[in-house]
């Protein structure tokens, strides 16, 4: 059935949201706050229904042409239909809310996203499947592989590596495609995003302290970064290659334990003073587990920097360290243009 629907708000992972006529709401793709649309609804649940764009009848003066010819097929990107600056807006508000919602912080005031310093031809590193002829990303929701002759926000490095890899016919499969690099699989996906990532949480460390406790540290990109501001650095990291190159490379303020942050923390914190001690968080998109929370409120260093993936998990997380701590700055950079995809880094001091 098609409906008329007025687009209220573009929610974290892009599914725009507006409410039918009954006042449940209803969430459909490639919109932008504001705009009046027509839906084909798909799915009704008991809260919310699911619906398709089916025409746009009042347009944002945002909405642009996506470059990319299967734009909305494609599950890789979601924001492609709207101008870069207000996807940056867009970013912007989506931590906000979920931190609100989710991490019940009230009036946290939430910086202007960091741009990216190219907005396409990004990414240096996809991963192509390979689906009965079709050469391509999934789609939308699905595991159907979208055949894909070119990615825009891929490198022209991995486009070109995409290109050979059509000519050869390969068979079903996964095939990750990648810029050279100095080490497999702990590189940024967005090198022109990293730096200023990096700079966002410099800011954050400053002036530094007696020690720096860097929790899934990976290969060291952040701790290699900071270490000038501390007295002694000491990374955490499950990964054995990640700590062999970290390792490799470190210098002698610098100190890397192979491990699960949960069982390695409180012997890491114990190296230096609380009040001295600054504490930065780089986890999966699933958060840290409690006890790493706990241990943390436990041992209360002076200063906790949070750099999360996913919006959702950091504001659960915030919600427990929020027992001693207070956020006093929150940063989004975009890592990921034209997608949902969101980086964020807090600052929480004690109070």
């Known amino acids: 059935?098609?409906?008329?629907?007025?687009?209220?708000?573009?929610?974290?992972?892009?599914?725009?949201?507006?409410?039918?006529?009954?006042?449940?709401?209803?969430?459909?793709?490639?919109?932008?706050?504001?705009?009046?649309?027509?839906?084909?609804?798909?799915?009704?649940?008991?809260?919310?229904?699911?619906?398709?764009?089916?025409?746009?009848?009042?347009?944002?003066?945002?909405?642009?042409?996506?470059?990319?010819?299967?734009?909305?097929?494609?599950?890789?990107?979601?924001?492609?239909?709207?101008?870069?600056?207000?996807?940056?807006?867009?970013?912007?508000?989506?931590?906000?809310?979920?931190?609100?919602?989710?991490?019940?912080?009230?009036?946290?005031?939430?910086?202007?996203?960091?741009?990216?310093?190219?907005?396409?031809s990004y990414r240096n590193r996809v991963t192509v499947h390979v689906r009965k002829g079709a050469v391509g990303f999934f789609g939308e929701r699905s595991q159907r592989v979208v055949d894909v002759k070119a990615c825009p926000i891929a490198t022209e490095t991995v486009n070109g590596l995409l290109a050979e890899l059509r000519k050869g016919r390969p068979r079903d499969g996964e095939y990750p495609l990648r810029e050279p690099g100095e080490f497999r699989g702990f590189r940024q996906v967005n090198d022109f995003a990293a730096g200023a990532l990096v700079e966002v949480v410099t800011e954050m460390a400053a002036p530094g302290g007696a020690l720096l406790v860097d929790a899934y540290c990976g290969a060291g990109f952040f701790a290699a970064r900071l270490k000038a501001l501390f007295g002694l650095t000491v990374g955490i990291e499950w990964s054995t290659d990640a700590i062999r190159l970290a390792r490799e490379k470190a210098g002698a303020s610098e100190r890397y334990l192979l491990g699960d942050v949960k069982l390695h923390l409180a012997e890491a914190l114990e190296a230096g003073p609380a009040e001295g001690t600054t504490v930065l968080l780089d986890p999966p998109a699933e958060g840290i587990d409690p006890a790493v929370a706990d241990r943390i409120v436990q041992r209360r260093p002076a200063r906790v920097i949070y750099v999360s993936c996913n919006p959702a998990t950091l504001a659960r997380d915030l919600r427990r360290l929020g027992e001693i701590y207070r956020v006093r700055r929150v940063r989004p950079v975009d890592m990921f243009p034209q997608t949902a995809e969101i980086e964020v880094a807090t600052l929480l001091e004690l109070p």
């Open 1 to 120: 059935m098609e409906t008329p629907l007025v687009i209220e708000q573009v929610a974290f992972g892009g599914q725009g949201l507006g409410r039918l006529d009954t006042g449940k709401v209803c969430f459909v793709p490639r919109v932008i706050p504001g705009e009046r649309v027509t839906v084909q609804i798909v799915r009704e649940r008991k809260s919310y229904a699911e619906a398709e764009l089916v025409e746009v009848r009042e347009a944002s003066p945002d909405r642009v042409s996506a470059p990319c010819p299967v734009f909305g097929k494609c599950g890789g990107c979601q924001y492609q239909h709207m101008t870069y600056e207000r996807q940056l807006e867009l970013k912007r508000s989506q931590v906000a809310d979920v931190l609100r919602r989710l991490g019940g912080l009230e009036g946290v005031t939430v910086d202007p996203t960091v741009p990216s310093e190219k907005e396409f």
